[in-house]
Protein backbone atom coordinates (compact mmCIF):
# COMPACT_ATOMS: atom_id res chain seq x y z
CA UNK A 1 0.00 0.00 0.00
CA UNK A 2 1.32 3.39 -0.73
CA UNK A 3 1.72 5.70 2.49
CA UNK A 4 -0.37 8.57 0.81
CA UNK A 5 -2.70 5.45 0.64
CA UNK A 6 -2.24 4.45 4.41
CA UNK A 7 -2.58 7.86 5.31
CA UNK A 8 -5.61 8.70 4.03
CA UNK A 9 -7.08 5.14 5.51
CA UNK A 10 -5.87 6.06 9.06
CA UNK A 11 -7.89 9.87 8.48
CA UNK A 12 -10.92 7.59 7.51
CA UNK A 13 -10.56 5.81 10.73
CA UNK A 14 -10.00 9.14 12.82
CA UNK A 15 -13.43 10.40 10.60
CA UNK A 16 -14.99 7.47 11.96
CA UNK A 17 -13.79 7.45 15.36
CA UNK A 18 -14.69 11.31 15.75
CA UNK A 19 -18.56 10.58 14.09
CA UNK A 20 -18.90 7.49 17.29
CA UNK A 21 -17.53 9.96 20.11
CA UNK A 22 -20.19 12.47 19.02
CA UNK A 23 -23.29 9.88 19.03
CA UNK A 24 -22.45 9.17 22.94
CA UNK A 25 -22.55 5.21 22.42
CA UNK A 26 -19.66 3.74 24.49
CA UNK A 27 -20.27 0.36 22.29
CA UNK A 28 -18.95 2.87 19.53
CA UNK A 29 -15.83 3.88 21.08
CA UNK A 30 -15.11 0.15 21.88
CA UNK A 31 -15.45 -0.43 17.85
CA UNK A 32 -13.53 2.81 16.93
CA UNK A 33 -10.13 1.43 19.60
CA UNK A 34 -10.50 -2.02 18.18
CA UNK A 35 -10.24 0.26 14.53
CA UNK A 36 -6.83 1.71 15.64
CA UNK A 37 -5.54 -1.88 17.13
CA UNK A 38 -6.23 -3.51 13.66
CA UNK A 39 -4.94 -0.22 11.95
CA UNK A 40 -1.62 -0.86 14.32
CA UNK A 41 -1.74 -4.56 13.78
CA UNK A 42 -2.15 -4.16 9.59
CA UNK A 43 0.54 -1.55 9.84
CA UNK A 44 3.15 -3.88 12.02
CA UNK A 45 2.95 -7.00 9.27
CA UNK A 46 2.88 -4.56 6.27
CA UNK A 47 6.29 -3.91 7.71
CA UNK A 48 6.96 -7.01 8.18
CA UNK A 49 6.08 -7.94 5.00
CA UNK A 50 8.16 -5.04 3.37
CA UNK A 51 11.05 -6.47 5.12
CA UNK A 52 10.40 -10.48 3.21
CA UNK A 53 10.41 -8.66 -0.16
CA UNK A 54 13.86 -6.86 0.45
CA UNK A 55 15.06 -10.04 2.09
CA UNK A 56 14.35 -12.17 -1.21
CA UNK A 57 15.61 -9.49 -3.29
CA UNK A 58 19.02 -9.31 -1.38
CA UNK A 59 19.12 -12.88 -1.17
CA UNK A 60 18.62 -13.72 -5.23
CA UNK A 61 21.12 -10.61 -5.70
CA UNK A 62 23.88 -12.41 -3.85
CA UNK A 63 23.17 -15.73 -5.21
CA UNK A 64 23.73 -14.09 -8.73
CA UNK A 65 26.63 -12.37 -7.38
CA UNK A 66 27.97 -15.52 -5.66
CA UNK A 67 27.12 -17.30 -9.37
CA UNK A 68 29.48 -15.23 -11.10
CA UNK A 69 32.32 -15.91 -8.82
CA UNK A 70 31.73 -19.58 -9.18
CA UNK A 71 31.53 -19.14 -13.26
CA UNK A 72 35.02 -16.75 -12.79
CA UNK A 73 35.99 -20.09 -10.64
CA UNK A 74 35.19 -23.17 -13.42
CA UNK A 75 36.82 -20.60 -16.51
CA UNK A 76 40.05 -20.32 -14.01
CA UNK A 77 39.76 -23.89 -13.56
CA UNK A 78 39.23 -24.96 -17.79
CA UNK A 79 42.00 -22.96 -17.81
CA UNK A 80 44.50 -24.62 -15.64
CA UNK A 81 43.37 -27.91 -17.23
CA UNK A 82 44.39 -26.62 -20.89
CA UNK A 83 47.40 -25.51 -18.92
CA UNK A 84 48.15 -28.76 -17.47
CA UNK A 85 47.43 -30.73 -20.30
CA UNK A 86 49.74 -28.49 -22.75
CA UNK A 87 53.17 -28.99 -20.37
CA UNK A 88 51.91 -32.91 -19.82
CA UNK A 89 52.05 -33.30 -24.05
CA UNK A 90 55.18 -30.98 -23.94
CA UNK A 91 56.90 -33.51 -21.25
CA UNK A 92 55.55 -36.56 -22.88
CA UNK A 93 57.68 -35.01 -26.21
CA UNK A 94 60.95 -35.60 -23.82
CA UNK A 95 63.61 -33.53 -24.18
CA UNK A 96 66.17 -31.61 -21.89
CA UNK A 97 62.99 -29.13 -20.39
CA UNK A 98 60.86 -32.60 -19.90
CA UNK A 99 61.04 -32.90 -16.15
CA UNK A 100 60.00 -29.03 -16.11
CA UNK A 101 57.07 -29.23 -18.18
CA UNK A 102 56.05 -32.33 -15.33
CA UNK A 103 57.04 -30.27 -12.55
CA UNK A 104 54.38 -27.62 -14.04
CA UNK A 105 51.80 -30.25 -14.91
CA UNK A 106 51.79 -31.72 -11.33
CA UNK A 107 51.43 -27.90 -10.50
CA UNK A 108 48.23 -26.79 -12.59
CA UNK A 109 46.98 -29.72 -11.38
CA UNK A 110 47.07 -29.31 -7.37
CA UNK A 111 45.73 -25.58 -8.82
CA UNK A 112 43.04 -26.89 -10.53
CA UNK A 113 41.98 -29.03 -7.33
CA UNK A 114 42.17 -25.80 -4.96
CA UNK A 115 40.22 -23.73 -7.84
CA UNK A 116 37.68 -26.61 -8.13
CA UNK A 117 36.79 -26.81 -4.45
CA UNK A 118 36.36 -22.73 -4.48
CA UNK A 119 33.96 -23.05 -7.47
CA UNK A 120 31.93 -25.55 -5.48
CA UNK A 121 31.81 -24.05 -2.73
CA UNK A 122 30.47 -20.61 -4.26
CA UNK A 123 27.80 -23.05 -5.85
CA UNK A 124 26.66 -24.09 -2.57
CA UNK A 125 26.82 -20.81 -1.32
CA UNK A 126 24.08 -19.71 -4.09
CA UNK A 127 22.16 -22.94 -3.45
CA UNK A 128 21.86 -21.36 -0.04
CA UNK A 129 21.27 -18.13 -1.44
CA UNK A 130 18.53 -19.30 -3.08
CA UNK A 131 17.15 -21.34 -0.80
CA UNK A 132 17.01 -18.64 1.75
CA UNK A 133 15.12 -16.43 -1.16
CA UNK A 134 12.39 -18.85 -1.57
CA UNK A 135 11.57 -18.93 2.11
CA UNK A 136 11.49 -14.81 2.14
CA UNK A 137 8.80 -14.79 -1.13
CA UNK A 138 6.60 -17.62 0.91
CA UNK A 139 6.64 -15.70 3.74
CA UNK A 140 6.26 -12.74 1.67
CA UNK A 141 2.89 -13.94 0.29
CA UNK A 142 1.86 -15.37 3.41
CA UNK A 143 2.16 -11.27 4.95
CA UNK A 144 0.45 -9.94 1.79
CA UNK A 145 -2.65 -12.26 2.77
CA UNK A 146 -2.40 -11.53 6.61
CA UNK A 147 -2.34 -7.90 5.91
CA UNK A 148 -5.10 -8.20 3.25
CA UNK A 149 -7.41 -9.71 5.80
CA UNK A 150 -6.43 -7.16 8.84
CA UNK A 151 -7.28 -4.39 5.90
CA UNK A 152 -10.52 -5.96 5.82
CA UNK A 153 -11.93 -6.24 9.18
CA UNK A 154 -11.14 -2.87 9.40
CA UNK A 155 -13.57 -2.19 6.50
CA UNK A 156 -15.97 -4.43 8.50
CA UNK A 157 -15.13 -2.87 12.22
CA UNK A 158 -16.19 0.58 10.55
CA UNK A 159 -19.55 -1.00 9.48
CA UNK A 160 -20.46 -0.70 13.42
CA UNK A 161 -20.32 2.68 13.57
CA UNK A 162 -21.68 3.39 9.78
CA UNK A 163 -24.54 1.50 10.82
CA UNK A 164 -25.02 3.02 14.25
CA UNK A 165 -23.60 0.63 16.29
CA UNK A 166 -24.70 -2.88 15.13
CA UNK A 167 -22.51 -5.82 16.85
CA UNK A 168 -22.09 -8.06 14.28
CA UNK A 169 -19.97 -6.45 11.80
CA UNK A 170 -17.71 -5.31 14.82
CA UNK A 171 -17.95 -9.55 15.69
CA UNK A 172 -17.11 -10.19 12.20
CA UNK A 173 -14.08 -7.50 12.26
CA UNK A 174 -12.70 -9.23 15.01
CA UNK A 175 -13.01 -12.86 13.81
CA UNK A 176 -11.14 -11.20 10.58
CA UNK A 177 -8.16 -9.76 12.92
CA UNK A 178 -7.70 -12.77 14.52
CA UNK A 179 -7.47 -15.01 11.37
CA UNK A 180 -4.67 -12.20 9.89
CA UNK A 181 -2.77 -12.24 13.08
CA UNK A 182 -2.67 -16.26 12.64
CA UNK A 183 -1.89 -16.20 9.25
CA UNK A 184 1.28 -13.58 10.24
CA UNK A 185 2.46 -15.95 12.50
CA UNK A 186 2.03 -18.99 9.93
CA UNK A 187 4.87 -16.98 7.97
CA UNK A 188 6.90 -17.50 10.40
CA UNK A 189 6.26 -21.62 11.23
Do not use: C
Not at 58 to 82: G, R, T, V
Not at 102 to 126: F, G, L
Not at 167 to 188: C, D, E, K, Q
Amino acid sequence: MAMEDATQEHLENAEHAEHAEHEGNPFLTTVSVTIAVLAVLAATVGSFESLETADTINDKSEAAYLQNKASDQWSFFQAKSIKKNSYEIAAAMGGPAAAQFQANAKRNETDSADIQSKAQDYEKQVDDKLRDSDVHAQRHHVLTFAVTVLHISIAVATLSIIMHGKRWPWIGSLVLGALGLVAAGFAYV
